[in-house]
């Protein structure tokens, strides 16, 4: 390659070199940035010319530091690197995509990376132990729902579900569903989409990975706060909850804490839109609103440690539970 006649170039290869092998912890002379630029593109620049791409870099406003004889690094990244790894945790911890695809978006979205640090992003490697979504289609799904979404337009999509397989098969016989679709969720690591379902008038949500064929119609959504006890809708308060992201109503409820320190506990899953009265050091009062089927997921999970005083139907059906999962285990 005739350097004459790429120098302009040259500038991008420097830039290249800095993300890829410099970081604070290894800095690049401008000897070594000539030799990599030499057995990578195949021309050698002079030194001088090194120097001088670099001040147009640091000009143009990269973040380059000069360490004089020791050599130089580009310190700035798209992220830190709190950030990074808390977004790479982030996509190792979440069960709607696969491993293949968790690899891709760790891969691109440590790219400006240099190499020393890609190695530490790519140790934390968690994906092979968590359970992924099988469906393809995901990130096509979420873009077309993203589009539908901010254009304010149904779609229509085939719902699937694990056969004993482990298979995704559409349900009902692939029958197309037309669907208002209100915003996306990402709840304990899975996706849904808020919505509703065409056929009803109340808020119903879907698991994203099992959505297939989506389609835009040209077609206006309803208004949401047209829907049953939807006026003046609230999405903050829908996602605190619907902790598990399940269909129905929600209630106004009051729960018995047996100790302090499981506010903790009811604060992580149910926010801090909650009212607590203290009336002695075992009773603790907890009132919320909340999706009465996940306060009964909820009740049974931490059944050892509170209690649900009301409403009293709710409390009956834990009740109810309660003793069809005691029937089982009273050998």
Not at 103 to 110: A, Q, Y
Not at 181 to 194: H, I, T
Request: hydrophobic content about 35%; some cysteine; overall charge neutral.
């Amino acid at each position: 390659m005739n350097l004459e006649n790429n120098k302009k170039i040259i500038i991008f290869y420097v830039l290249n070199i800095l993300k890829e092998y410099s970081d604070s912890e290894h800095l690049l002379t401008y000897r070594q940035i000539v030799d990599k630029i030499s057995l990578i593109y195949g021309i050698r620049p002079d030194v001088k010319s090194i120097a001088n791409n670099i001040d147009t870099l640091i000009s143009a406003g990269f973040e380059i530091e000069k360490y004089g004889w020791k050599g130089c690094c580009l310190t700035y990244r798209n992220f830190d690197s709190g950030e990074l790894m808390y977004l790479v945790d982030a996509i190792n911890s979440s069960k709607a995509i696969t491993a293949k695809q968790a690899k891709e978006l760790i891969e691109r979205l440590t790219k400006d990376c240099s190499k020393y640090e890609k190695k530490n992003y790519m140790s934390v490697q968690k994906v092979d132990t968590i359970s992924k979504a099988k469906n393809k289609e995901l990130f096509y799904v979420i873009e077309i729902l993203g589009k539908a979404i901010e254009q304010q337009r149904k779609v229509s999509f085939n719902y699937n579900e694990y056969k004993i397989t482990k298979e995704l098969k559409p349900r009902f016989e692939g029958k197309e569903f037309i669907i208002n679709p209100y915003f996306m969720v990402n709840s304990r690591g899975k996706y849904y989409l808020v919505c509703n379902y065409d056929k009803y008038n109340d808020i119903s949500n879907y698991k994203i990975e099992c959505i297939s064929n989506v389609k835009i119609l040209d077609e206006p959504i309803k208004d949401i706060n047209s829907l049953n006890n939807m006026e003046n809708f609230s999405m903050k308060d829908y996602i605190d909850e619907h902790i598990y992201m399940t269909n129905g109503f929600s209630v106004k409820a009051r729960l018995l804490l047996k100790e302090k320190k499981y506010i903790n506990d009811i604060i992580d899953w149910f926010g801090d839109n909650i009212d607590i009265c203290e009336k002695s050091h075992q009773q603790i009062y907890v009132d919320l609103t909340v999706n009465e089927q996940a306060l009964i997921y909820w009740a049974l999970q931490y059944g050892e440690h509170i209690e649900v005083i009301e409403p009293q139907d709710t409390r009956t059906k834990i009740k109810d539970i309660a003793e069809i999962i005691l029937k089982k285990y009273n050998v």
